[in-house]
């Protein structure tokens, strides 16, 4: 097999890295694995760390490397990675990246590549200040790009439309701050290892093709 299925995604927040990991998994079978919608569902779970995660996330900070990586760890041991998987929104930090090397190193699995979303601040800002999600059904909207016919009301399923709390202007402003901080010294560090792939917004069309092709 020549397919190259062992993936993270990485990004600013607000770059795509969800919806084209969405989009890719409507036809190709891989394990999805988004810190972000696992620390979501802790919080809302109403766990104790998700009290913590919570009072981080809406500051748009990160919760601390070990956390993070021990839940990836444990969802890395399940079966279904060994197959392939989508790493969305981890590593975000070196240490993150070193953990994760030495997690695949325990499980014998490894890394095929790097794939790095490429989008100007002026439109991630809009994207995340501008976002805004459906209650019921979960269908995402956006205030500039993609509006509801009926304002704050879904299309799909007539539910109500939220904002995340961390998609205010202020923590949105705080995300990108702390991905150029912490994230962005991650682009250098699996370029030198060769396994940086980069997409810009442009050829995003193009690049949903051949990521396809690869991941199948
Ligand atoms: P986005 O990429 O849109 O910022 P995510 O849904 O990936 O958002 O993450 C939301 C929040 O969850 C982050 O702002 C951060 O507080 C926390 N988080 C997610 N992934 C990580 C991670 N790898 N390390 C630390 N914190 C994380
Ligand atoms: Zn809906």
Request: some cysteine.
């Given at each position: 097999?020549?397919?190259?299925?062992?993936v993270i995604f990485l990004g600013?927040?607000?770059?795509?890295k969800g919806?084209f990991s969405a989009?890719?998994?409507?036809?190709?079978?891989?394990?999805h694995i988004s810190t972000g919608d696992i620390?979501?569902?802790?919080?809302?779970?109403?766990?104790?760390?998700?009290?913590?995660?919570?009072?981080?996330?809406?500051?748009?900070?990160?919760?601390?490397?070990?956390?993070?990586?021990?839940?990836?760890?444990?969802?890395?041991?399940?079966?279904?990675?060994?197959?392939?998987f989508i790493l969305d929104g981890f590593?975000?930090?070196?240490?993150?990246?070193?953990?994760?090397?030495?997690?695949?190193?325990?499980?014998?699995?490894?890394?095929?590549?790097?794939i790095?979303?490429?989008?100007?601040?002026?439109?991630?800002?809009?994207?995340?200040?501008?976002?805004?999600?459906?209650?019921?059904?979960?269908?995402?909207?956006?205030?500039?790009?993609?509006?509801?016919?009926?304002?704050?009301?879904?299309?799909?399923?007539?539910?109500?439309?939220?904002?995340?709390?961390?998609?205010?202007?202020?923590?949105?402003?705080?995300?990108?701050?702390?991905?150029?901080?912490?994230?962005?010294?991650?682009?250098?560090?699996?370029?030198?290892?060769?396994?940086?792939?980069?997409?810009?917004?442009?050829?995003?069309?193009?690049?949903?093709?051949?990521?396809?092709?690869?991941?199948?």
């Amino acid at each position: 097999m020549l397919s190259k299925n062992k993936v993270i995604f990485l990004g600013a927040p607000g770059a795509g890295k969800g919806t084209f990991s969405a989009m890719l998994l409507e036809q190709v079978k891989l394990a999805h694995i988004s810190t972000g919608d696992i620390l979501r569902a802790e919080v809302a779970s109403g766990s104790e760390l998700g009290k913590q995660a919570a009072i981080i996330m809406q500051r748009g900070e990160l919760l601390p490397d070990e956390i993070v990586a021990a839940m990836v760890k444990s969802r890395l041991a399940q079966d279904d990675c060994r197959e392939g998987f989508i790493l969305d929104g981890f590593p975000r930090t070196t240490p993150q990246a070193e953990l994760l090397k030495q997690a695949l190193q325990e499980l014998d699995n490894e890394l095929d590549g790097v794939i790095f979303f490429k989008v100007e601040d002026e439109l991630l800002l809009k994207r995340l200040s501008g976002r805004i999600s459906c209650k019921a059904c979960g269908e995402i909207y956006n205030r500039y790009f993609q509006k509801p016919a009926v304002d704050m009301i879904c299309d799909k399923c007539g539910g109500e439309l939220f904002q995340r709390p961390d998609d205010s202007i202020e923590t949105a402003r705080e995300r990108l701050k702390v991905f150029y901080e912490q994230t962005e010294p991650l682009i250098d560090y699996y370029r030198q290892q060769g396994l940086l792939l980069t997409i810009t917004e442009v050829e995003k069309n193009k690049a949903f093709a051949a990521l396809l092709e690869l991941l199948q």
